[in-house]
């Protein structure tokens, strides 16, 4: 069982396609491994046991007729990030506000899950309505890292990262509106991959920040990604964000040459104050890199160090906007006792939603009322102009940009969440991204001396997926996945 | 003794004729039942995202260009934020920053002058759902079904000043609206809603006062009422020394006043931020044009081509344009029987009689121009007389029914057989004996009379021309 | 500016939400210390720098005026809290 568990999903996949493995085997084994794990590591809020075992069975006919044979990920169990829509299944967002909702649609990217043959088997864990980066503000507990329970997996799709590091899940989908999906994958050792804007279909994904979330996957390889990817992406009618391509061919990019990319690294992240073990990592891996036959050249970003000022304020306000439906009236938690609608209001939404939301709806409110919409939300949107020009400018010069995933490995879950310098620092490596809509992917670069991954962010131009992938590839062919020491027995 | 002036201004919000909602595929028709034109989207559920009507972006534009606007040629769509039961995602999406169209008028004819209203600004936005309260008991009712419905709001500069103007402007607006086939403008049925914007000063002041929004008017005589009730409600606050409280008021039409509102809106902050999820629309120089080559022929334009084309006067020409089916009507029955007069005389007063007795609508009018002109040519043909021809009117009008069909079965055809004219006219001369005597001795008025029981005899089918020459002659 | 008392009463209200007097101590302490942090966005010129919102450059994405009349076997009324006779509840609104 545990050798079906430890493989990635590109493995599995052959396996079941070969008839060597069965799904409801593979399914089987998957359960199992949850059930041994969950109690550790709490990444699951819904393990969908029953759907699971019936859906093991129907895609079993479908791939013995021939149906699927197409298809990358045919059989293979996926976990999902609580905060898409899965009909019939509780969509919670990891809030007391959603904790009973069952959404009757699926998102557009679970359809197209299913139409490739993958098994849904449950919904993961993740910081209360995506916001925060340590899934310690989920309504269902804290997960916790499987390289050591004592760590955070890292959030908002920390019970992505946890799932799929424990091996109670070969790939997961998560969402990054600011670095969600990259920074737990870098504290889990996985490779996590925020596509550009626009690519995957936002229909169904219940939005943080409109105009910066993308839903992407993490895995254990960057192969398993390049499959789950070209199966999500594509334009969707629904979603008038969604970008028109004809088809997504990702697995040609796999290949193992970084001979002619040219390679930029800001000089902004290496003036930071980073752990040295993460900075040792970060400069050894420009060396393969330059070992490898790639142009590695330090250069100019500052334009993006108000990236995290300009976040807070867009993805604030956004939300504040977007989170104002919960209001206890056709859906989602309502008070038990009120006077009038007022009191209904505000006893419902006071109940339903955590402090940090509740902080965050706070901020971006105050973000756009009167008085105050040119000085922040102009401001912020002015300065994310220039973030995005000053990317625009650096890849006419290089075919990807390298840095650091995160100033630290994940931190204990003991530790105190409040806002410091450090952190906002930390965030402008992930969230400048967000803001200019580009790919990004965080891929498994070493291990620090606590034992922690550490994690290596490439980032790609607007749709420059496949330099990203092609990257990762050569890169991960020097430092091949590496399990956590927990699961070696 | 202080004159005052009175200054209106119009928001009128009307709902688009598009057969889905503005931004999900659900149907926009009347909803047999609540909440059952609804699907994720126009709920508000978790994870939904809009998807834009193209059809409600054209009868915008077109709105926009017949009320001479500028169209922005690049709009976009903001979110504007507020809790309310009826709001099913806590914000409308509707467009404050860029428009869809500014800087227009309408002109309008009061009293022989002509006189622009001068249109601010014109915006898409989407409709809320419906509250119903239930006077018995503590709770409010809410209904989804007109959530989404696209609308459109076209705001006025406050140009004008007293209720006959405002009437003008609605009419003329509702026309120009119904012309396009942009809205129905039902103010009954709620697709033409009306809020007023009243305040009054000094004759002669060039400052505005300060302004009351009144609400909830749904019939014309309702909004004339109000604006009476309003004006002389402020004039009286400010004669006895009073100041004017900016606040948004209900009218009461049964009590005939305007009743405070509670506080829903006042001083709210919308918070108006682009909405992320729709893109902008980039309007270019050639869909305005495709647009503006399929505008049809408007009520200025056809009136004035009436009255070369047809020979009808000012008068009938508007009144036959009151409504594009009611001068398609007339056109193409002109066009079929070749007497445009005869067709513009029967619209005039018998059809104009008939909408009045039965209520109907002059864009209502549904009949085939085919029935109306085989009734003329029955006229023209000596098949039936002018009076039978009134009540074959009615029966085309009305029930759109084939006139030759209605006449055989009702036995209407025309008396003009020479033989029995003269029969029936010797009868009527032999029974009566006293007006004939009358007519003889030079009263004139028994001639009539007994044309009339002539008539009478045979059920009004007689041709009159024939009767009244043989009966003269057999007088003689 | 800092936000105080009644500037958090006026964005509480806004929102629609309520707190206990610990939760308003803390909020307006963490409020403060970000929108400290937020106002140091004025120290990088933006003068003749367009607002951005969206990523790409598409323009006029719209559907035809098609109703979608496909029977979805799902009730998207599943989750309501209170429907009488069809319509959804809410404590009476006075006008």
Redo the contacts between chains.
């Keep these: 069982m545990k050798e079906i568990t430890a493989m990635s999903a590109t493995a599995v996949a052959k396996k079941i396609k070969e008839k060597e493995l069965s799904v409801l085997e593979v399914v089987e084994a998957q359960l199992n491994a949850i059930k041994e794990r969950e109690p550790l590591y709490n990444s699951y809020i819904t393990i969908t046991e029953k759907e699971a075992r019936e859906q093991a069975l129907l895609i079993q006919k479908l791939i013995d007729d021939g149906s699927l044979k197409d298809s990358p990920l045919a059989g293979v169990p996926v976990a999902i990030k609580d905060?898409?829509?899965t009909?019939?299944i509780k969509?919670t967002?990891a809030s007391k506000m959603?904790a009973?909702?069952?959404?009757?649609?699926d998102?557009t990217v679970i359809q197209r899950l299913k139409n490739a043959g993958a098994i849904l088997l449950g919904k993961v864990n993740m910081d209360e309505f995506a916001m925060g980066g340590t899934t310690k503000t989920s309504y269902f507990g804290e997960a916790k890292n499987p390289w050591n329970p004592k760590h955070t997996p890292g959030g908002s799709s920390g019970g992505s990262s946890a799932a799929v590091a424990a091996e109670e899940a070969f790939i997961s989908l998560g969402s990054d509106t600011g670095g969600s999906i990259r920074q737990p994958a870098a504290y889990c050792g996985l490779v996590g991959f925020k596509p550009t804007?626009?690519t995957v279909s936002?229909?169904?994904?219940?939005?943080l920040?409109?105009?910066l979330d993308q839903i992407g996957p993490l895995s254990r390889n960057i192969s398993d990604c390049a499959s789950i990817l070209e199966v999500i992406s594509g334009y969707d009618?629904?979603?008038?964000?969604s970008?028109?391509q004809v088809r997504y061919t990702y697995r040609e990019a796999l290949v193992d040459d970084v001979s002619n990319m040219k390679i930029g690294v800001p000089k902004l992240y290496l003036e930071e104050d980073l752990d040295k073990d993460i900075r040792d990592c970060f400069m050894g891996a420009i060396k393969t890199f330059e070992d490898m036959g790639a142009k590695v050249e330090v250069f100019d970003l500052d334009e993006i160090s108000?990236s995290?000022?300009?976040y807070?304020?867009i993805s604030c306000?956004?939300a504040?906007?977007n989170l104002?439906?919960y209001?206890?009236?056709?859906?989602?938690h309502?008070a038990g006792d009120?006077?009038?609608?007022?009191e209904?209001?505000?006893?419902s939404?006071?109940e339903g939603?955590g402090?940090d939301v509740?902080?965050r709806?706070?901020?971006g409110?105050?973000?756009?009322?009167?008085g105050n919409?040119e000085?922040?939300?102009?401001?912020?949107?002015?300065?994310?102009?220039?973030i995005?020009r000053s990317y625009e400018d650096a890849f006419k010069k290089y075919d990807i940009i390298l840095s650091p995933e995160s100033l630290t490995t994940a931190p204990l879950l003991k530790s105190k969440n409040?806002?410091s310098t450090k952190k906002?620092r930390s965030e402008i490596l992930n969230c400048s991204v967000n803001l200019?809509?580009l790919p990004a992917v965080s891929i498994p670069c070493g291990i620090d001396k606590k034992g922690l991954p550490i994690g290596l962010q490439i980032i790609g131009s607007?749709f420059g997926e496949k330099s990203l992938i092609q990257a990762a590839y050569s890169f991960e062919q020097t430092k091949p996945y590496e399990r956590p020491g927990t699961l070696i027995d | 003794m202080k004159k005052y002036e009175t200054v209106i201004g119009l928001e009128v919000h009307v709902e688009l004729s598009t057969y889905s909602k503005v931004f999900c595929g659900c149907s926009t028709r009347f909803g047999k039942r609540p909440n059952i034109n609804s699907c994720?989207v126009c709920?508000?559920?978790?994870?939904?995202?809009?998807?834009?009507n193209k059809k409600a972006v054209d009868l915008a534009l077109l709105a926009g260009l017949a009320l001479n606007c500028d169209i922005v040629q690049t709009c976009m769509f903001d979110?504007k934020?507020y809790?309310y039961?009826d709001l099913?995602?806590?914000?409308q999406i509707s467009q404050l920053y860029l428009p869809i169209a500014r800087n227009g008028s309408l002109s309008i004819d009061n009293k022989g002058t002509k006189k622009l209203i001068g249109i601010h600004e014109l915006h898409i936005e989407e409709d809320a759902g419906k509250l119903i309260h239930d006077s018995d008991s503590n709770i409010t009712l809410?209904d989804y079904n007109r959530s989404g419905v696209p609308l459109i709001e076209i705001v006025s500069r406050p140009d004008m000043r007293s209720a006959e103007e405002v009437l003008e402007y609605l009419d003329k607006l509702r026309i120009i609206l119904r012309y396009l086939g942009v809205s129905d403008c039902k103010m009954q049925e709620g697709s033409m809603r009306v809020d007023i914007n009243l305040s009054v000063r000094e004759s002669g002041e060039t400052m505005l006062g300060t302004r009351t929004e009144i609400k909830n008017m749904n019939s014309f005589k309702a909004i004339a009422r109000a604006i009476e009730g309003e004006s002389k409600r402020q004039i009286d606050i400010l004669k006895a020394g009073g100041q004017i409280v900016q606040e948004t008021r209900r009218w009461d039409d049964n009590r005939n006043e305007s009743i405070r509102m509670r506080s829903k809106e006042e001083a709210q902050?919308y918070?108006y931020?682009p909405d992320?999820?729709?893109?902008p629309l980039e309007i270019s120089d050639r869909w305005i044009h495709n647009l503006r080559s399929s505008l049809p022929e408007l009520r200025e334009e056809k009136i004035l081509r009436f009255k070369n084309e047809y020979d009808l006067s000012e008068y009938d020409a508007g009144v036959i344009t009151s409504s594009r089916e009611m001068a398609d009507l007339f056109e193409r029955t002109a066009i079929l029987c070749n007497k445009p007069k005869e067709v513009a005389n029967w619209l005039m007063v018998e059809g104009m009689r008939l909408m009045k007795e039965n209520n109907i609508d002059p864009w209502d009018i549904d009949l085939h121009p085919e029935h109306f002109s085989k009734l003329i040519s029955m006229i023209e043909e000596g098949i039936i007389n002018r009076v039978k021809a009134k009540d074959v009117f009615e029966y085309v009008f009305l029930q759109d029914g084939d006139p030759e069909e209605y006449v055989k079965k009702h036995g209407l055809e025309m008396i003009s057989d020479d033989k029995v004219l003269r029969t029936i006219i010797k009868q009527v001369i032999n029974d009566n004996a006293g007006p004939v005597s009358d007519y003889r001795n030079g009263k004139t008025k028994a001639f009539g009379y007994l044309v009339g029981q002539t008539m009478k005899s045979m059920k009004g089918k007689g041709d009159p021309t024939l009767v009244n020459a043989i009966l003269k002659e057999m007088l003689e | 500016m800092k936000?105080n008392n009644d500037?958090?009463n006026?964005?509480?209200n806004?929102?629609?939400?309520?707190?206990t007097e610990e939760?308003k101590k803390?909020?307006i302490k963490?409020?403060n210390?970000?929108?400290g942090?937020?106002d140091?966005?004025?120290?990088?010129n933006?003068d003749n720098?367009?607002?951005?919102?969206?990523?790409?450059s598409?323009r006029n994405?719209y559907?035809e005026d098609i109703v979608n009349d496909s029977k979805?076997d799902?009730?998207?009324h599943?989750?309501?809290?209170e429907i009488k006779d069809g319509y959804?509840v809410?404590?009476?609104?006075l006008e």
Excluded: W
């Design positions: 905060n898409i829509c009909k019939g969509t967002c959603l009973n909702f069952i959404p009757s649609y998102a804007y626009g936002r229909y169904g994904l219940i939005p920040a409109s105009s009618p629904k979603d008038e964000t970008i028109k108000y995290v000022q300009a807070y304020v306000a956004e504040s906007s104002s439906r209001d206890g009236i056709r859906y989602g309502q009120y006077d009038d609608l007022d209904l209001y505000k006893i939404r006071a939603f402090y509740k902080l709806i706070m901020l409110t105050h973000m756009l009322s009167s919409y000085k922040y939300y102009d401001k912020a949107r002015r300065i994310r102009s220039l995005s409040s806002p906002h200019a809509g607007l | 994720p709920m508000g559920m978790p994870g939904t995202l809009p998807s834009l979110r934020n809790f039961p099913p995602k806590a914000y809410v902050d918070r931020f992320p999820d729709i893109l | 936000i500037i958090f006026n964005i509480l806004m929102v629609k939400l309520s707190c939760e803390q909020l963490d409020l210390k970000l929108v942090f937020i140091t966005m004025s120290e990088l933006t720098v367009e607002p951005m919102t969206y990523i790409h598409t994405v559907r979805e799902h009730d998207i599943a989750n309501a809290l959804y809410v404590p009476r609104i």
